[in-house]
């Protein structure tokens, strides 16, 4: 079964889990965790977002870019990063 963390930290076989992660279990190895609060069996729902299926052969249109207030006409992505100026204190 899948686990969703609700609250904290949980650790499950040797592995942390933070609030929102999803895990495989058995019932019976998180059942403490499942009474106290901290997991919950994770259900997978439907998004409700459109999907490409939704709106047929033409994918996404500039109505649905218009309405979530996204654009791809002016990003561009810049591969020329230096990472000396990410990282704080970074050695030369």
């Known amino acids: 079964m899948r686990f969703q963390v609700q609250i904290g930290t949980v650790k499950h076989n040797g592995v942390f889990h933070e609030k929102g992660a999803i895990f495989n279990a058995h019932k019976k190895d998180v059942a403490h965790l499942i009474g106290e609060g901290a ?32 654009s791809d006409d002016n990003q561009e992505l810049n591969l020329n990063l230096d990472t000396d100026k990410l990282i704080v204190n970074a050695p030369k």
């Open 39 to 70: 997991v919950v069996q994770f259900e997978e729902t439907e998004p409700d977002r459109k999907t490409d299926s939704d709106v047929g052969s033409g994918g996404i249109t500039s109505e649905d870019t218009e309405q979530d207030g996204h």
